[in-house]
């Protein structure tokens, strides 16, 4: 960030830390205080105006996330500023659980949200549905299987989605990218969540993507579990639910994902 755009932000000591694969990310000083800073160009500011509104719903559900301070552009730059934490990689799962299970407690009358967003850097589509059948198939696996054909990936796609027929759950505030990098402890082993990509859905499908790469220790599923069981069906639900995160994953970095897309397909597909 060059002097004059630091200066209109307010910022002072600025160095990189690690903050993912997509933006810049650094620690400032700004009025006296630590924050984080991420960066990206101009047209990633609809992106961070998107991210600091799922901050905002995770902390009003009761959530340790940090706090968006403001967003926007200053010169060519999309910029967000947020609440520095210290975190580390280990802490109480038991209390993650129990976060998680408290913070799906707050529902919404349709399956969405307010505002189209993003996961990682794919637009994510969020138009309201009154069956959670047909925002899956609509909102969540048409989209990333039509951009997996246009990437040139061929992929045979039954009906998948009908796994959830006669499936009606409530509409839980969902974090929407739940992996393990998006969670992380302050010192005092409480948990942290970060990096949202927030909707209106099947609690199931945060609970599924905590399965996927590597999992999360059996204290956070014991924990979840207690506070509110998940229904009977899950352990196939949850494979419907992460194809999602597959597809995505093979749209954004490419055909070393291929496989287990299509091992997911055939999976679901016995279960039709």
């Not at 307010?114 to 899956?136: H, K, L, M």
Request: aromatic content about 10%; overall charge negative; glycine content about 12%.
């Amino acid at each position: 960030m060059d002097a004059e755009s630091r200066a209109a932000l307010g910022l002072s000591a600025e160095e990189p830390v690690r903050g993912g694969c997509i933006h810049h990310c650094y620690r400032a000083m700004r009025g006296g205080r630590p924050v984080f800073l991420k960066l990206n160009e101009a047209r990633c500011a609809d992106a961070f105006a998107a991210e600091a509104e799922g901050l905002g719903a995770l902390r009003r559900a009761g959530c340790r996330s940090p706090e968006p301070i403001a967003h926007g552009t200053v010169g060519d730059r999309a910029y967000l500023l947020m609440e520095w934490l210290e975190l580390g990689a280990r802490g109480d799962f038991a209390a993650l659980g129990a976060m998680l299970a408290a913070m799906h407690r707050t529902q919404g009358a349709q399956f969405g949200w307010q505002r189209d967003n993003y996961i990682g850097s794919t637009p994510q589509e969020n138009g309201a549905c009154v069956s959670w059948g047909e925002f899956w198939r609509l909102r969540r696996l048409a989209p990333q299987l039509a951009l997996a054909s246009r990437n040139g990936h061929r992929l045979d796609a039954p009906p998948v989605w009908q796994v959830l027929d006669g499936h009606e759950p409530p509409a839980s505030l969902l974090h929407g990218d739940l992996w393990s990098g998006n969670a992380a402890f302050l010192a005092d082993g409480a948990p942290v969540l970060f990096d949202p990509a927030v909707y209106y859905g099947d609690r199931e499908a945060d609970v599924a993507m905590t399965e996927l790469f590597g999992g999360f220790p059996a204290e956070f599923y014991e924990a979840y579990n207690q506070a509110w069981p998940l229904a009977r069906g899950y352990e196939l639900r949850k494979h419907l639910y992460n194809l999602y995160h597959l597809l995505n994953h093979l749209n954004l970095f490419g055909g070393g994902y291929l496989a287990q897309v299509r091992s997911t397909l055939r999976l679901l597909a016995r279960a039709l």
